[in-house]
């Protein structure tokens, strides 16, 4: 605070260039007491069986806290905690693993805020995207250390392998969105969109610059338009054709994850099949037992000619205009023996 001071009353002196390094060196320098003694902050963050401590204090504290974690597991839960994955680091010098990215503190004294005109990033917590993730997700489209195509996907088509590696691109960003670094995704996008051209070009035969030429197209975005590939599919006459698109999603960081804990409910409906062998009563004869269902490939083979009367069970069949009949066991065995009993299938 002195040296904001001193910067200031320089600065009313009309010593301008002193004012802006003593402010500077302030600049430089932590605006509380990093070694407070009484200061000590824990935080708990779990997903599943993942969790993550975040302490302020000594290490012999956080030695002991892993100490008491260690035996509750033992006593209680009757669990072991690996020594190789559970770590202490410290983070300012190392980075923790957690649900694949690396967790870290920030440190920027360059770097204020706008609207409140000081430091806003030292100390806070920030998630990075590993430099491992990125290579393990180009290396699938990569060989000898280049993009290339993907043998198994040339017998699709244009738009199911669009559609694919879009999918696949688009599972990795919406991931990782939450970290800072996150458009160091590019480099995995431009991977990716080689290997879908040359795939593309593979399945042609023509050149990678033909498909660029051919597919490529500007879509808008809140973030401005973004170039893209794009494939049609084409469909009957009246109908609009199926676009896929590869890219399309800007990399820039979302501070804020949404947590939906109260997703919409989805209530499905049972199919009718499922209700019918659910009543666990033959359709045939009426009888309260196991049942199974009968299955027939198509309701046209019923229509056979030189038949004088059919049987019940064809005419069930053709009313209900279904190619499966609920039977119990007894009419079951008598269908694929084509005798009908007296007693359980009427005629």
């Not at 680091?89 to 694949?100: D, K, V």
């Not at 994850?257 to 099949?273: A, F």
């Amino acid at each position: 605070m002195a040296l904001l001071n001193t910067a200031r009353i320089k600065r009313i002196a009309g010593d301008c260039e002193e004012a802006k390094v003593l402010r500077q060196q302030a600049q430089h320098m932590p605006s509380r007491d990093p070694f407070d003694p009484n200061f000590r902050r824990l935080w708990y963050v779990r997903y599943a069986d993942d969790w993550l401590l975040g302490f302020s204090g000594p290490r012999e504290e956080a030695e002991a806290i892993k100490g008491q974690l260690n035996a509750f597991l033992r006593a209680t839960l009757k669990l072991t905690l690996s020594e190789e994955k559970t770590l202490i680091t410290h983070a300012r010098t190392a980075s923790a693993r957690f649900l694949g990215y690396k967790v870290v503190t920030q440190q920027a004294d360059d770097k204020q805020c706008r609207a409140h005109h000081r430091r806003c990033i030292n100390g806070a917590l920030g998630l990075k995207i590993p430099v491992e993730v990125i290579r393990t997700k180009c290396a699938l489209y990569m060989r000898h250390g280049k993009p290339t195509h993907l043998a198994a996907r040339l017998h699709a088509t244009d738009y199911s392998i669009v559609t694919q590696y879009q999918a696949e691109y688009r599972g990795v960003v919406q991931y990782y969105l939450m970290a800072f670094n996150v458009h160091r995704l590019w480099q995995v996008h431009r991977v990716m969109q080689l290997s879908l051209a040359q795939t593309l070009a593979n399945k042609h035969r023509t050149s990678v610059h033909t498909i660029f030429h051919k597919h490529r197209a500007t879509v808008a975005t809140p973030h401005g338009p973004l170039r893209v590939l794009e494939v049609q599919h084409k469909r009957g006459e009246g109908q609009t054709p199926l676009i896929a698109r590869f890219g399309g999603i800007a990399l820039r960081w979302h501070r804020h994850g949404i947590l939906n804990d109260q997703p919409k409910e989805v209530y499905g409906r049972r199919s009718e099949v499922v209700q019918r062998l659910l009543a666990q009563t033959c359709e045939l004869c009426g009888a309260q037992e196991q049942c199974a269902v009968h299955h027939i490939r198509r309701l046209a083979d019923l229509h056979k000619p030189g038949r004088k009367e059919k049987p019940m069970w064809i005419q069930r069949m053709v009313a209900y205009r279904r190619k499966t009949l609920v039977t119990c066991r007894a009419c079951h065995e008598a269908l694929h023996r084509e005798r009908p009993g007296q007693r359980h299938v009427p005629t």
